[in-house]
C-alpha cells in the first residue's frame, strides 16, 4: 500500500467504483504537489463534500512544508485551526453548535462526546491517527487575518499603493495591468464602476499612479487624496489637465476618498499588520504559514477592493522569485464566484487570470472553488490542470463544467471524451468526485477522506476573536514604534530648523545651533526633569562593495551627551539612528538645565567635532550583509538576519527537496538491488528448509520402519542401512539450511545498512538546508571614506529624570 505520508504527495482520499459504489481501502489517491503548479478547480453543490475536499488539500500541504494564503468569504476556512490530537470531548465542546445538540435531544457536553467519538472513528478509518494531526499542527503556524476588523489579525492597507517591485516596474505590461487593477479596486471601494479606457476617473488616476510608481514614490490613500488635488503633471495625453478633468471635479473626488478615509467604518483598514505576502506565507523564524484571510464581514465593495490589492501584492511577491518546477506556494479562494466572471471584468479578475497565466513559472499554485460553474469564466480556467468535480445542480452546470474540461484538455493537448465524462458527472454522489488530471493518464473517482480539522461551519466573529486572542498582538506595531514608523516612511530630513536661542542661554556663541529633544509621555506629574548637553550630526555614508554587490546610501543620525569635559574621542559611545529624533523647537518651560561645558558654547569647536564625526562614521560604521554559502545568496541592505532567514526559508525548502530526490535517486537502485537479493536468498532459505524438513520426515519414518522391524524380529541390514543414510541427508540438508539462512542474514544486514546510511543521508540534507540552522555568515562592508557627508553638527538638550537619591535617567 502506498505511504499516505509520501513527500509531496497529497493524501485526498480513496479510489471509488461508481458501478459497485464501493470505496477500495487500499487504493489511496495521492496527488503529486507539483500538479498543483498548473492549478486547479473545485466545483460542487451544497452537499457534496467540496468543503471538507478544500480543507483537506490544505493540511496536505501544511504537512509538506508548503506555505498557504488562503481567501475565506464565508468563514469555513477557520476550521483548519480546530484539529485536536487527543480527540478528547472538552477539545471539541467549545466549538459545537449547541442547537443542533438540543435538536439530537442531547445536553452540550454529550454533543461533545458524540463528536469526539465520530471523528475519532472517522480519523481511524481514513488511516489517520492523533500522531498525523500533532504533525499538521506543528508543521504550519496557521493565522486567520481580519482586513478592515480587530477580530482576527488586522490588515492594513496604508501600503497598499507602494511602488512595485523593480521586476514589475521593468514589465510594460505587467506594469500596466497593475495600475489598471489598482485603480479599478479603488474606484470600486467609491462605487464607481469605471472603464479603464472610458472614464476620465480611471484614467486621471492611472496617470497619478504611473507618475509616482515611476519616479519610485510611495502613495498611501493620503498622499493620494494630495496628488489628486494638485497632480505632478499638467497635461494628461495631449490635453490639458484641466480641460480633461477641471480642479473642481478633482476636488469632488479627492472629497468622496476623504470621506471615505474618515469615515468611522473605514478606520479598521487603517491599522494592523502591513499587507506583505512573505510576511503571510513565513514568520520570521521560516516556519511556513497557513494564513487565512476573513472577508465574510466586509460588503461587496470591500471585498472586491481588497481581494484587488491581495492578488496584486501576490503577483507582485511571485514576480521577485526565482523561478522552479516545484510547488513554492498555495493562493486559494473559496466561493470565487463574482471575482471571475465570464462576461464582466471586475477589478478582481484582471490579476486573477495573470496568477493562473503566468504563476506556473513561480512554483506559485492557484486553487478556485466554487458552487457556481455557470458564473466562471472557463476560457481562463483553461489555465488550470486539476479539475475537482462533485455533485452539481443542474444540466447547465454540468454543461458549463464540460465546456470548461474541453478547454483544459485542448490547452494540455490531452484526448477528452465528453460522453464518458457526462455519464460519470451524473452517477457523483456525496463526497464522491471526479479529477481530471492533465498530468494523468485517465480521470479517476475517489471518495474524499476524512479532514482533521474539525468542520464545525462558518466560524463567527467571536470564534475567530477567541483563536487569535494571545497571537494577535506580536503582529500589532508597538505605539512606541508607530511615530517612528511613521517618520520611516518619509524621505530622510535633516534635523530640524534651530530655534533661537533662549536668554537663558545667553552663554552660547551665536552660530551655535540648538535643538530640544521631546520628553517622553507618561511621566509622572510631580516628576522632575533637567536637560543636559549632548553633540547631535547628520550626515550620509556610503556603503560600496563589488562582491557582495552592494551600493547603498544610509542617513545617520547621530547623538552624543557630554560631560563637563569633552574627551579627545567626542563621538566614543555615540548613539546612531535611522531617523531624526523628535525635537522641540523650544525647551518647556521651568526644566532647568545642566551646565554647559565650555567647548560645546565655542561655535568654531563644531567644525572640528563635524571632522571627528566623519572620522569616527568611517572607521565604526559597518553595512553589515549576511551570505548563505550553501544557497549562494547575500541578504539585501534593507534584510536583518531574521528577515534574511524568512526569504531564505522557501528557497531553502525546495533546496531540500532537491537533495532529498538526489539521495533517493542515488540509493533506489543500490536498495532495490539489496531487497532483490534479500528475496533470492529468502527463497533459497526457504527451499533448504523445505528439503531439511522433508529429509528429517523421511529419516523418522526409516526410524519407525526399523523400531517395527526389531519388534517384529525382522530387522535387517538394509533397513539399518537405508535408516543411518536418511540420517546422513538429514544432516546435510541441515547444513545447507544453515548457510543459507546465514546467507540470509548477512543480505538482511546490507540492506538495512543501506537503509540506515540512506536515512542519515536525509538527516544530513535536513540538517543542511533547514531554515533555522543555515550557516549564515557576517559580511561587513566599511563606507567610502570619500562619499561620507556630515552635513550638520548641533548642540542638543536631552531631558533625563532625576530621583531623590540623585540618579538620573533618560526622559526621551
Known amino acids: ?311 496584486n501584492e501576490m503577483l507582485a511577491w511571485m514576480r521577485t522569485q526565482p523561478g522552479t518546477g516545484s510547488l513554492r506556494a498555495l493562493l486559494y479562494m473559496d466561493e470565487v464566484y463574482g471575482y471571475f466572471p465570464p462576461v464582466a471584468n471586475p477589478p478582481s479578475k484582471r490579476p486573477m487570470l495573470t496568477l493562473l497565466k503566468q504563476a506556473r513559472a513561480f512554483g506559485v499554485g492557484c486553487v478556485l472553488a466554487t458552487q457556481n460553474p455557470v458564473d466562471l469564466d472557463y476560457k481562463g480556467l483553461s489555465n488550470c490542470g486539476a479539475w475537482f468535480l462533485g455533485r452539481l445542480q443542474t444540466e447547465r452546470d454540468k454543461a458549463r463544467v464540460i465546456e470548461g474540461l474541453e478547454g483544459a484538455s485542448a490547452q494540455a493537448g490531452s484526448g477528452f471524451d465528453k460522453q464518458a465524462m457526462e455519464a460519470t458527472l451524473a452517477a457523483l454522489g456525496s463526497r464522491v468526485f471526479l479529477l481530471n488530471n492533465v498530468h494523468a493518464d485517465a480521470p479517476e473517482v475517489f471518495h474524499t477522506r476524512w479532514a482533521m480539522s474539525y468542520l464545525a461551519g462558518p466560524l463567527t466573529r467571536t470564534h475567530i476573536k477567541r483563536l487569535m486572542d494571545g497571537v494577535r498582538e506580536k503582529f500589532l506595531p508597538a505605539p512606541a514604534n508607530q511615530d517612528k514608523a511613521a517618520k520611516a516612511d518619509r524621505p530622510a530630513d535633516t534635523m530640524p530648523a534651530p530655534a533661537p536661542t533662549p536668554a537663558a542661554q545667553a552663554s552660547v556663541a551665536d552660530g551655535v545651533e540648538q535643538l530640544w529633544v521631546a520628553i517622553r509621555e507618561q511621566l509622572p506629574a510631580d516628576a522632575q526633569v533637567e536637560y543636559r548637553p549632548a553633540l547631535l550630526g547628520s550626515g550620509k555614508a556610503h556603503f560600496v562593495d563589488r562582491k557582495p554587490e552592494v551600493d547603498v546610501w544610509r542617513d545617520l543620525f547621530v547623538m552624543k551627551s557630554q560631560n563637563e569635559l569633552i574627551p579627545d574621542g567626542v563621538w566614543e559611545g555615540a548613539l546612531v539612528y535611522d531617523v531624526c529624533p523628535k525635537f522641540t523647537q523650544q525647551p518647556v518651560a521651568g526644566v532647568a538645565q545642566a551646565p554647559l561645558p565650555a567647548e560645546l558654547a565655542e561655535a568654531k569647536q563644531y567644525k572640528t567635532f563635524a571632522k571627528d564625526l566623519e572620522e569616527w562614521i568611517y572607521q565604526e560604521q559597518r553595512l553589515t550583509l549576511y551570505e548563505c554559502e550553501s544557497l549562494d545568496e547575500v541578504s539585501r541592505p534593507d534584510e536583518d538576519e531574521q528577515q534574511f532567514r524568512a526569504r531564505l526559508a522557501e528557497q531553502a525548502r525546495l533546496r531540500l527537496l532537491e537533495e532529498q530526490q538526489k539521495v533517493e535517486q542515488s540509493y533506489s537502485k543500490k536498495i532495490a538491488r539489496a531487497e532483490e537479493k534479500v528475496a533470492k536468498k529468502q527463497s533459497y532459505y526457504d527451499e533448504q528448509r523445505s528439503q531439511f524438513w522433508g529429509r528429517i520426515g523421511g529419516f523418522l519414518m526409516k526410524v519407525l520402519e526399523l523400531v517395527l522391524s526389531l519388534a517384529g524380529g525382522k530387522a535387517t541390514k538394509r533397513k539399518q542401512s537405508t535408516s543411518v543414510t536418511a540420517a546422513r541427508q538429514a544432516a546435510t540438508e541441515h547444513g545447507q539450511a544453515s548457510r543459507a539462512k546465514q546467507a540470509l542474514e548477512e543480505a538482511q544486514a546490507e540492506l538495512e545498512a543501506l537503509r540506515e546510511e540512506q536515512e542519515q543521508a536525509v538527516a544530513d540534507v535536513k540538517s543542511a538546508y533547514s531554515p533555522d540552522t543555515l550557516r549564515l555568515t557576517p559580511v561587513e562592508v566599511p563606507p567610502r571614506k570619500s562619499d561620507i557627508d556630515v552635513s550638520r553638527v548641533v548642540l542638543a538638550w536631552l531631558p533625563y529624570e532625576l530621583s531623590n537619591s540623585g540618579g538620573a535617567t533618560p526622559a526621551y
Open 1 to 311: 500500500m502506498p505511504d499516505l505520508d509520501s513527500k509531496n504527495h497529497f493524501y485526498l482520499g480513496r479510489r471509488h467504483d461508481l458501478s459497485s459504489g464501493e470505496t477500495d481501502a487500499e487504493a489511496p489517491l495521492l496527488l503529486k504537489s507539483n500538479d498543483l503548479t498548473t492549478h486547479a478547480v473545485c466545483v460542487g453543490m451544497t452537499g457534496s463534500g467540496k468543503t471538507g475536499l478544500c480543507l483537506s488539500l490544505l493540511e496536505e500541504a501544511a504537512l509538506d512544508g508548503v506555505p498557504a494564503i488562503a481567501i475565506d468569504p464565508k468563514g469555513d476556512l477557520g476550521n483548519l485551526l480546530l484539529a485536536f490530537p487527543n480527540l478528547a470531548p472538552s477539545d471539541f465542546r467549545p466549538w459545537i453548535d449547541e442547537s443542533v445538540a438540543r435538536r439530537k435531544g442531547q445536553t452540550p457536553d454529550q454533543f461533545a462526546e458524540s463528536t469526539a467519538e465520530l471523528w475519532r472513528n472517522g480519523l481511524a478509518g481514513w488511516g489517520e491517527g492523533p500522531e498525523r494531526i500533532q504533525r499538521y499542527n506543528d508543521s504550519v503556524e496557521r493565522l486567520i487575518f481580519t482586513p478592515g476588523s480587530s477580530a482576527g489579525i488586522p490588515l492594513t492597507v496604508m501600503k497598499s499603493f507602494n511602488a512595485p517591485p523593480r521586476e514589475i516596474l521593468a514589465d510594460a505590461e505587467m506594469f500596466r495591468e497593475r495600475v489598471a487593477s489598482a485603480v479599478s479596486g479603488l474606484l470600486a471601494l467609491l462605487g464607481i464602476d469605471a472603464d479603464p479606457v472610458r472614464s476620465r476617473e480611471h484614467i486621471f488616476l492611472s496617470t497619478v499612479l504611473t507618475t509616482a510608481w515611476q519616479a519610485g514614490q510611495d502613495l498611501d490613500i493620503a498622499e493620494m487624496i494630495r496628488e489628486i488635488q494638485d497632480p505632478p503633471f499638467e497635461t494628461v495625453g495631449v490635453m490639458e489637465l484641466d480641460a480633461f478633468f477641471p480642479k473642481k471635479d478633482r476636488t469632488a473626488l479627492a472629497m468622496d476618498l476623504n470621506n471615505l478615509l474618515a469615515s468611522p467604518s473605514f478606520a479598521g483598514w487603517m491599522e494592523g499588520a502591513p499587507l506583505d505576502v512573505q510576511q503571510l506565507l513565513y514568520s520570521p523564524e521560516g516556519k511556513p504559514r497557513l494564513s487565512i484571510i476573513s472577508i465574510a464581514h466586509l460588503d461587496d465593495a470591500q471585498r472586491m477592493f481588497f481581494v484587488t490589492i491581495l492578488l
